[in-house]
């Protein structure tokens, strides 16, 4: 029979179990051939075991000194789930925070096109107190004949504007190739939507040592998308934010359709952030506000946006992205909106 590493148990400790009784259950996990998670929760320190479930079940874990419960994690998501960590996860990158009550705030242009625009849009961006600055250097275009974007070239120009502004760096990584290059240049390593189920490339960020921003597939469910964090966790790196980005349907009236409810759906299920991409899914820039602030409302743990000195000319997303000039007023919007919702802009 082929074996299952999956962690098939939750094994939570009682409030007042010492740091000793969490070493003894994980030591006993580890000789039967398993490993163990060790989430330290507020109330209560949850370890989930990982390995075959044989070996875990002859275990005598009830027995154990601290052991107040033993669960099965019957979610096909595990390591993501809430059934493991019941404490939502806070990402930290240079001093910003998303999660648990902090509220990321990415603004950036779609594409690095060239040095003055990602620089002007990020002096605007940073003006208004955005947390974090976004911006393509490799793109997943439709169409083969469009831009492809600067590739190296532009992950250069966007460390410049990071060196600048101090505003960490989030940028889509699409090919194994360029690992190093991105994770090297990147405080946030974006996996698009077209990558979702990549599994290999999902692997490979999930053994870089950075946080991964995973937007959700164009035709994925929110169960697809949970488990795809799940390639990223299982590989040690417990760094991701969900990004919820609108999906494909039958209307036509925007470019793609934000799926509001996969907010709240995704808080109950997993304790990573969940953020939101009014851009892409309106592909319209009127529509950007109105969305943003239904998804600050449904309780999003932060939002991304694009914005370009002049839209009209972009060489990406001309029809969504935020004009410079207009990006105070939408970002007053957004604060008074995070502020009402009890976020604090990390
Ligand atoms: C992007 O954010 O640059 C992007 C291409 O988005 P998505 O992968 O959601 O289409
Ligand atoms: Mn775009």
Do not use: W
Not at 172 to 197: C, F, S, T
Not at 232 to 253: D, P
């Amino acid at each position: 029979m082929a074996t299952v590493h999956a962690p098939e148990l939750l094994i939570v400790m009682s409030g007042t179990a010492t740091p000793e009784e969490v070493e003894h259950v994980v030591a006993r996990l580890e000789e039967a051939g398993a490993q163990a998670h060790v989430t330290p929760g507020k109330q209560a320190t949850v370890i989930g075991a990982i390995g075959e479930r044989e070996q875990i079940a002859a275990l005598p874990l009830e027995g154990y000194a601290g052991v107040e419960q033993v669960l099965p994690i019957l979610k096909p998501y595990k390591l993501v789930s809430r059934e493991i960590s019941p404490d939502p996860t806070v990402i930290e990158v240079r001093g910003r925070r998303i999660g648990d009550g902090y509220f990321g705030f990415i603004a950036g242009p779609c594409t690095v096109e060239y040095r003055e625009q990602t620089l002007e849009t990020a002096r605007a961006v940073n003006a208004e107190g955005v947390t974090m600055l976004r911006g393509g250097a490799f793109k997943p275009r439709t169409s083969p004949y469009t831009f492809q974007g600067l590739g190296l070239e532009g992950l250069k120009i966007l460390v410049e504007a990071r060196e600048e502004t101090g505003l960490p760096l989030v940028t889509e990584l699409m090919d194994p190739r360029h690992v190093d290059a991105v994770v090297d240049a990147a405080d946030v390593i974006q996996i698009g939507a077209r990558n979702m189920q990549n599994f290999s490339l999902l692997s490979e960020v999930g053994r870089a040592r950075k946080p991964v921003l995973l937007k959700r597939g164009i035709s994925a469910s929110i169960e697809e998308l949970l488990m795809a964090a799940e390639y990223v966790v299982r590989e040690g790196n417990s760094q991701v934010i969900l990004c919820e980005r609108g999906i494909k349907t039958f209307e036509t009236a925007t470019r793609f359709t934000l799926d509001i409810g996969a907010i709240p759906v995704l808080k109950q299920e997993t304790h990573l952030p969940v953020i939101v991409d009014p851009s892409h899914a309106a592909g319209r820039r009127d529509l950007v506000l109105p969305l943003a602030r239904a998804a600050v409302a449904a309780g999003a743990d932060g939002i991304i946006v694009e914005v370009h000195p002049e839209p009209e000319h972009a060489l990406c997303d001309a029809a969504q992205q935020i004009p410079v000039r207009d990006f105070p007023h939408f970002a007053d919007e957004i604060r008074a909106l995070a502020s009402l919702m009890g976020r604090v802009i990390g």
